[in-house]
């Protein structure tokens, strides 16, 4: 990666620095079973690829500050429980239903194996380190913490930090703030595509598109692959990809 002397490597967290697909796949096969029952176990990944896609956009909604957190995840659970045959959930009914989810979510964190590893070889290069998430602060904190990354990985920016989250390029340029860094000599690292690497490179950083190994969210297209700059399919060897030698900076 050619460039100005990096300074900072921003991480996204959720599919990034933590298996969230593999906690949701988790949660989501305990709602399942109590709240679908007459869906087959065999059938439960479906509806993990459902809560993923979120057909109706009611994430991007909350992360743009349009929509509230409970009432974004109401609107996911009773469009997840249509597709499915589900009973339509009221507001006590969602109450219980976001109970069991969560607790079974949260129990289902884990970080990605290859995380720890990358941040602390960053660290050892004098590379500046922090996360920029579209879930809020404290949230994605306790996450980190429990996962066993929030000392290395401070939390800086959340979608309630300025009200609005990715691709919004504010929250960017607010991270390195934070973080203390040029954007131009800061790389943001996440999973998805348009909202992290594109977006990134949209408010002056450098985009890296982390495409893990498994189904994808959303479809991208291979023209958009192509275009898409710097792309890793793991944490491994991540200070390489951005360039980066002895000294801390990204070669070119």
């Known amino acids: ?20 697909r593999g906690a949701f796949a988790a949660a989501l096969a305990v709602v399942g079973e109590r709240f679908l029952p007459h869906l087959p176990s065999d059938r439960h990944p479906e509806l ?19 929509a509230g957190y409970r009432e974004q ?36 964190w ?9 941040v ?23 996450k980190l913490e429990r996962v066993g990354l929030a000392d290395l990985v401070p939390m800086l920016v959340g979608v309630d930090t300025l009200g609005y989250g990715k691709p919004d ?3 960017f340029t607010q991270a ?23 977006a990134a490179r949209r408010a002056g950083l450098r985009g890296v598109w982390l495409d893990r190994p498994g189904p ?8 958009d692959v192509g275009v898409s700059g710097v792309v890793v399919h793991g944490l491994d060897g991540l200070a390489d990809a951005l360039g980066i030698d002895a000294a801390g900076s990204a070669a070119g």
């Open 48 to 66: 993990l690829s459902h809560w993923r896609a979120d057909p109706g956009d009611h994430y991007a909604r909350y992360t743009r500050g349009e």
């Open 176 to 198: 390195c703030r934070l973080l203390g860094t040029d954007p131009a000599r800061t790389a943001y690292v996440g999973d998805e595509l348009d909202v992290d690497a594109v």
């Open 1 to 20: 990666m050619s460039g100005p002397e990096l300074e900072g490597v921003l991480f996204d967290i959720d599919d990034t620095l933590v298996d969230t």
């Open 110 to 118: 884990e970080p990605h194996p290859d995380a720890a590893a990358a």
């Open 120 to 142: 602390r070889e960053l660290l050892s290069l004098g590379i500046r380190v922090g996360a920029l998430s579209n879930a809020s602060v404290d949230y994605q904190s306790l």
């Open 169 to 171: 390029p504010r929250v």
């Open 73 to 108: 995840r109401l609107a996911r659970a009773n469009a997840m429980h249509a597709a499915f045959g589900g009973s339509l959930l009221d507001e006590d009914g969602f109450t219980t239903w976001d109970e069991v989810f969560e607790e079974a979510f949260r129990a289902a």
């Open 216 to 223: 994808r969210r959303v479809p991208v297209s291979e023209h």
